[in-house]
Each structure stands twice: as structure tokens, then as C-alpha cells.
């Protein structure tokens, strides 16, 4: 019988973000982080501490979060993905369990991640979607918020476009590698990918674009609020985190 | 001043069927109807009895339900479909209101259905579809349920698709028109068009087509079950109602 020691694992996670204050820990209600603490600690027998790759705000959804964490277990990685999904809520699900580097860190060690977000534009809501996606009812320009969206592309300062920005201690330089718009029936996705994100830059984005679509800006106001660097005003709203899910995080 | 008159509305309605006990009015939980009934008396100060297309059970969702009822409002319908939906809950939606001739029935002048059932293929189930789709982890075929299911189409006694067929009261023939099984991605899904269902008879019969999909009965078994008009059995289980929806109705 082999001694279980103490190896890194990591770890893909996909959660539906409605019932949980975010992934972080927090005081008064429960987080993605703490079930997924909570449950590793049944299956190991001792305290776990997860870290993931970034937090998630309340009701922001991931299809691939990453996350590491140091378990002292004789499970293998296949097995212990199992033991987790049996526990789990069907809420988070692991999608994928394997060994890790012992200096890989989700957070760290990660090159670009992707996030989508997901808007029903039409007069009423799908009932089944309304946790899922933002519901915007009036018309949307989809081809000028394309145009708007590529003129994130690059290296900027984003301090417009991220809430509680906290300048003094944090660059909000990042870089943006793709930001794509498009419509599928009444469906319209926002794909953005880049080097990381402030805090709800993806949102602040993509509420800026909601009012570009609707004609209430110019694609062209997105390089002058860029260029500006001054701090995020009311032309620049969170769209609701309903509609955000964390899709991808690329390592080297 | 117009006097308000008694007048006949027609409803298309989406549910998201997961928080209540289906569509018709039960003792002790909620239901779809019982919420539609109660939002109407609100809005119209009499009350109100909404007739359905049909029941749909527990957790099951619609798109397309359609519904008619009697109200003494001086509203027109668009401006009622907008004060319902400013007033009930976000996973009931009107789609559409309409003013329907005095002897429109929405169950006895229907004369087609369509349910969709959404099947998702693969090891994990993303969790934002948990209570929209049925999770079938292990390897289905589509192309042999596809196969399966054309052997539904036609007059056919649906004895041993039914649960509770109640044989002596009602026939158990009904005519399918249509019934396609493909796939997308790890997504499957099952459209089915008929001129009535009996009852779990869409659930019946795509349980056995799972069964069809994964080795453990043949297509060709279909037509034997169907001509053996004998009752249900447990060759035929009940797929679960979360991947179910009342898609669409047709009348003349």
C-alpha cells in the first residue's frame, strides 16, 4: 500500500454562478471556492485551500475556471474528478482533473483568458435563459458594436472600464487580443480575449458596447474614453453578471 | 368611456417549468396556470379561469404553450400582454396575446403539437443546463435513433408508450407526423409533431429511443411494441421532465 503524498492537482471547473456569492470565500454566504474546499476536505480528510485562476463575481458563470490545490490523497486524478462530482451540487461540475507542476499556479502562471457574454435581444425573454443571458429588448446594431469591440484590441489603459480601479497600488494597463460581436437569431455573443482583467472590465465593456448598439455612442468614443484614463463614469454601466461566463484560461 | 366587455384572449406562453408542479392548478404547490389565473384577477379584478393547450408535468418547460381565457378588460391585448408580464414572475412569460373568436378552445381546436426534448452527450454536464437537458453520459447513436424514431411516425396505438394508458375511457391512437433525432455538438435533440400526446407519451418514447441509442434495444423493436398494443413496460422508461418542452401548437 503506497503513502499517500502531497501532490498539486488542477483542476477545470464549470459552475452555474445563480445560487453562490462568486467563486471567493465569503464571510455570510456560500462561495464556488468554499464548496469546492468543503468537498475535497471530505475526500481527503484534511483542510484544503483551492486557488483559481480569478474570482467571479455573484451570479457570473464559468465553463472553464481553473483552479490548483495541494492534496494529500492515494487518489489518482481520474478517480478523484469522480469522488468530486459525486459529491458536488449539480451546480459545479469538474470537467477536468490532472497532476500539476508543483510551481503551477492558476492564477500566475496563466497567459490569457477568454470570457463570452451572452445577450437575448428581443421583445421578451426566454424563461429558461433569464439566468444566463442579459435581456435587452430594444433594438441593438450588431455590426457597430463589432466595430466598437475592435477598438479594445490591443494594449490600454482600461481604467474607464473597470469599477473601484484602486489606480495607486494596481496598473490598469492590460492587453486585449481579440473582442469579437456576433448574432445568431436573437442571440448575440460578445467574445473577449486578453492578457487578464480588472475588476469588472468585462462587464463595463460590454455595457458600453449595449449602448453603442443601441446608438446612444459612436464606436469611435471607445479610443477617446481609452486615451482619457480617467475613472469610469455613468457612460460606462456593468452590464448584469447574468450574462458572463469565465469560458477559458490558457497557460503556457 | 368605453363600457368593458366579456372577450376571448389567446396566450402563447414560455415556462420555465422547474419551480412549479406543472401546468395545471394543484392542492398544495404552485402552478403555471394558477400563477397565470391569479396575475389576470389582478389586472382585470374578476376571476379568472385560463384554459390550456394541454398539461405538462412537473419540471417540464414550454415555449409555446398556448392558453385561452374570458376577461372583462378594457385593455387591448398588447397592452395586457405588457401588464402581465410586468407582473409575474421571470420564468413565466406572455409571448404573444391575441383576441381569438368566442369558440376558440386552446385544447379542443388544436389540431398539432410540438415537443422538443434536449438530450446533453458527454461525460460532464454543463451545469446552466442541468434542469434544461437530460444528461446521458455514456455513447448514444444518433443516426440508429433517428432510425427509431421515424418507425413512430403514422396512426399507431400508443398503448405501450403511455403511462396510466386509462383504456377503457380513451383511445390510445394517435398519428405522429414527424419525429427527427440530431445531434450538434454533445447536443441532441428529439422533435416530435403529432396531433395529440397521451399522457408521459413523449417521455415514453424517447426513453426508448435512449435505450435504441445505446445498444440495449433495436430500432426495427419499435414497430413490434407499437403493434403489440400491450402496456407499458419497463423496456419503455420515462425519460426525466427537465429535458422536455411544449414547443409549439397549431390550430387551424
Redesign the interface.
Same mark, same amino acid.
Given at each position: 500500500m503506497t503513502t499517500p503524498i502531497l501532490r498539486r492537482f488542477r483542476f477545470t471547473v464549470? !459552475?452555474?454562478g445563480t445560487a453562490y456569492s462568486g467563486w471567493q470565500v465569503q464571510p455570510r454566504s456560500p462561495s464556488v471556492q468554499q464548496t469546492l474546499e468543503e468537498t475535497l476536505a471530505g475526500i481527503t480528510g484534511h483542510p484544503v485551500k483551492i486557488h483559481g485562476s480569478g474570482r467571479t463575481d455573484q451570479g457570473v458563470?464559468a465553463?472553464g475556471q481553473v483552479a490548483h490545490t495541494d492534496l494529500t490523497t492515494r487518489l489518482d486524478a481520474t478517480s478523484l474528478l469522480r469522488a468530486c462530482?459525486a459529491r458536488l451540487p449539480?451546480? +459545479? *461540475? +469538474?470537467?477536468s482533473a490532472v497532476l500539476a507542476r508543483s510551481d503551477f499556479h492558476a492564477r500566475r502562471s496563466a497567459t490569457r483568458k477568454e470570457y463570452r457574454y451572452f445577450v437575448w435581444n428581443d421583445a421578451?425573454?426566454?424563461?429558461?435563459r *433569464?439566468? !444566463?443571458a442579459a435581456h435587452v429588448p430594444h433594438p441593438l446594431d450588431v455590426s457597430r458594436m463589432h466595430e466598437a469591440a475592435r477598438a479594445f484590441v490591443g494594449k490600454h489603459d482600461f481604467a474607464a472600464f473597470t469599477a473601484n480601479p484602486n489606480r495607486e497600488v494596481e496598473s490598469t494597463v492590460r492587453e486585449i487580443f481579440a473582442f469579437t460581436v456576433t448574432a445568431r437569431g436573437h442571440a448575440i455573443t460578445f467574445r473577449v480575449c486578453g492578457n487578464g482583467f480588472l475588476y469588472k472590465q468585462v462587464r463595463s465593456m460590454v455595457g458600453f458596447l449595449l449602448r453603442v448598439g443601441a446608438g446612444a455612442e459612436t464606436p469611435e468614443a471607445v479610443s477617446g474614453l481609452l486615451d482619457a484614463r480617467s475613472s469610469r463614469t455613468a457612460r460606462v454601466p456593468s452590464a448584469i453578471p447574468q450574462g458572463l461566463f469565465l469560458w477559458r484560461v490558457w497557460y503556457r
Open positions: 464549470a !459552475y452555474d458563470h465553463c462530482n449539480a451546480d +459545479i *461540475r +469538474i470537467r421578451v425573454m426566454p424563461p429558461e *433569464r439566468l !444566463y
